[in-house]
């Protein structure tokens, strides 16, 4: 009985911390202004739209990986994801939540175009540290 | 012995114990955030010991068995202390820290004595079994305060970002463990499958506090009302 309710307890606010995590993670580079090669690449400017997360990701993925921004990555990667379950599934059920996953999803796919302007800036200073050498 | 798997994780967990403790030296944090610190440190030295005293005795072994549930009380507490810290630096404008230690002792010993209510009765192997229900509940406790403390980043509108994604990384953490600790509980038949979970969980924190240290400075603030989805 009691280990169920640790259980139930530490799933529910499981849910909570992560969300909670992954939106600090989204806050974080909310702020930052986007390149304006990143603009042109991406088509963002200064708002997101959740569709485009899917293909910045893509264009992240061409990048050289860098190894600090990876966790932060995968954890709002893995946030998308329940976002876009929540909008296949309980949207139907709760429309208000509609507006809410869609807000969510664009500032994932913002994040996504920050990532993408630091790892361009990143390998471009490589390449030009190469070139030095 | 573990698998060629199980050693791998094990070792990237140690490397990334010990890449916080890096990354907060590089960062000039690690007196900031000195019991954060010392808990990395002393999971980077008990991955160690665990490796010399399985090496020496095996798996199976006794003093493996023992040094394993020691080493787990111990860095349970470091982790505990390492929690209140966090309490002090959230509460350090309302000079409430004689306050915050002296619940935490309280808090801490009051775990000890039910954990070893619980266990009085059985006589087998008593130590044991007191070491390993005191971890698992002071982890329930650690799960309990960091749900209190994030409430109060919340109330406070607390705009570190640093030291907000610290205590957040420590609450999923906080919570996965307990919930593997409750389902081995329940289903004992899952202890192999879950085997690997404990390990795997030992990389999550260590990854985001080291990402917390490297990526943003101790200055660095967010908005309060992005946090909270209720804010929304």
Known sequence: MMAAFILVFSLAALLQFFVSYCRSLIASSARLPLSPEVQDVTGISSTASGEDYLRVMQLLLLCPERIEDRGGIRAVGAYYRLLSFLRRTFVKMVPSLSLWTERERAHCAYFAAVALDRRIAFSRNMLAQQLDS | ?232
């Open chain 2, 1 to 232: 012995m573990p698998s060629t798997l199980g050693y791998a994780i094990w070792f990237l967990a140690t490397l990334l114990e010990l890449s916080v403790v890096v990354c907060a030296v590089a960062k000039q944090s690690f007196r900031r955030y000195f019991f954060l610190n010392l808990y990395m440190a002393a999971s980077f030295l008990v991955s160690v010991g665990r490796y010399l005293v399985l090496n020496q005795f095996g798996q199976q072994s006794a003093e493996y068995g023992y040094f394993y549930f020691y080493s787990d009380t111990l860095l349970t507490i470091f982790l505990y202390f390492a929690l209140i810290t966090l309490y002090i630096h959230v509460f350090d404008e309302l000079k409430a820290e004689k306050y915050v230690r002296l619940a935490a002792v309280i808090l801490l010993g009051g775990t000890a004595l039910f954990s070893y209510s619980v266990v009085q009765q059985s006589s087998h192997r008593m130590l044991t079994h007191f070491f390993f229900e005191l971890s698992q509940n002071l982890y329930f406790v650690g799960l309990v305060l960091t749900y209190l403390l994030w409430g109060a980043i919340l109330k406070l509108r607390e705009t570190r970002t640093r030291l907000v994604q610290l205590v957040l990384s420590l609450g999923v953490y906080f919570s996965l463990f307990a919930a593997t600790y409750a389902l081995r509980n329940m289903f004992p038949a899952w202890q192999v499958a879950l085997a690997y979970s404990a390990p795997i969980l030992g990389c999550l924190l260590p990854l985001s506090w080291a990402y917390a240290f490297l990526r943003h400075s101790e200055e660095a603030r967010l908005v309060p009302a992005r946090l909270a989805v209720a804010a929304q």
